[in-house]
């Protein structure tokens, strides 16, 4: 039997690069699981969030517990000024910037008849605006450090048809193909861009949907049952790290299944 062996280091690269990441909606559900993720192999995380409390508190918990620097900033994204001075305060707290991963979202219920201009604006601005204003705002940071990447949050809800939340579903759709756009200009930088589309997470998002529709996307699901926001934040790690070296412009599904099940 030939035996092949290239010389290949397979030592884990889960913590590299070092560098510190930007992390948008890191006070609750996946984008805190994956701050936690990202700083238990010591990498030092700022988390942006429209809830100051929230983001601070999160920041002061992971620093105590992991040893890595952290910022927790008060953002609101769906105002395009607010980006700027967040990315200086956290160059400035963290040394480093190499990874960003764009969490913050809320799905509002509004069908056809209650999207406005300012909800639509709002939405489509919190979502995928801010995905290219975040970038843009750390770019020479990107370009300057070997290894970084971006991971933002898209939805299932961007393929499938749910006509309760047609601005929701418009703005994951939007970041998929965001994505897919920059991902071409970023790898000329060496920066690898991918998007993770979540199905049914355990997070205050989905609290409402799961007491309302009881055991409904369980029988769905393959896995047959709702996902853990840990189970999103070591794929997200995963992304950021060198470990995902040859992965760009990539949607991966995190959903138990739930896309491709035929189950009722
Ligand atoms: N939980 C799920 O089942 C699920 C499924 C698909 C996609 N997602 C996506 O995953 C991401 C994280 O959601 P989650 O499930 O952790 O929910 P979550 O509610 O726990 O977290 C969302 C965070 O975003 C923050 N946020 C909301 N509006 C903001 C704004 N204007 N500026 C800054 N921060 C803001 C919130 O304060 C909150 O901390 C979201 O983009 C969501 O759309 C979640």
């Known amino acids: 039997m030939t035996v092949h ?3 290949a280091d397979f ?3 889960l913590g590299l690069p070092e560098t510190g990441v930007v992390i948008t909606g890191g006070a609750s559900g996946i984008g805190l699981a994956t701050a936690h993720a990202l700083a238990a192999v010591g990498r030092p995380v700022a988390l942006w969030d429209i809830n100051a409390e929230g983001a601070e508190g999160a920041a002061r918990i992971i620093a105590d517990r992991y040893g890595v ?5 008060a953002v609101d994204l769906r105002n395009s000024q607010a980006v700027a001075p967040a990315a200086i305060a956290t160059r400035e707290a963290l040394g480093t910037v190499g990874g960003i991963v764009h969490g913050a979202g809320t799905a509002e219920v509004t069908g056809i008849d209650g999207v406005t201009p300012d909800n639509w604006d709002a939405g489509l601005g919190l979502h995928a605006r801010a995905l290219l204003l975040i970038t843009q705002a750390f770019r020479e940071d990107l370009r300057a450090n070997p290894g970084s990447a971006i991971v933002a949050i898209a939805s299932i809800n961007a393929t ?7 601005i929701y579903s418009a703005a994951k759709g939007a970041i998929i193909s965001l994505v897919r756009s920059m991902a071409d ?10 998007s993770v589309s979540p199905g049914q997470i355990d997070t205050p998002i989905m ?3 799961k007491a309302h529709l009881p055991g409904h996307f369980e029988r769905r699901i393959l896995l047959g049952r709702y996902g853990l926001p840990e ?10 790290s060198n470990e995902a070296s040859y992965i760009t412009a990539s949607q991966i599904l995190v959903d138990g299944g739930n896309i491709h099940s035929q189950r009722q």
């Open 5 to 7: 062996d290239n010389g």
């Open 231 to 240: 189970e999103l934040g070591r794929v997200i790690r995963f992304l950021l």
């Open 160 to 166: 499938l048809g749910n006509g309760t939340i047609p």
């Open 207 to 209: 609290a409402n949907t």
């Open 69 to 73: 620097r952290t910022a927790g900033l």
């Open 185 to 194: 200009e970023l790898a000329f930088d060496g920066v690898r861009i991918n």
């Open 11 to 13: 030592a884990s690269q």
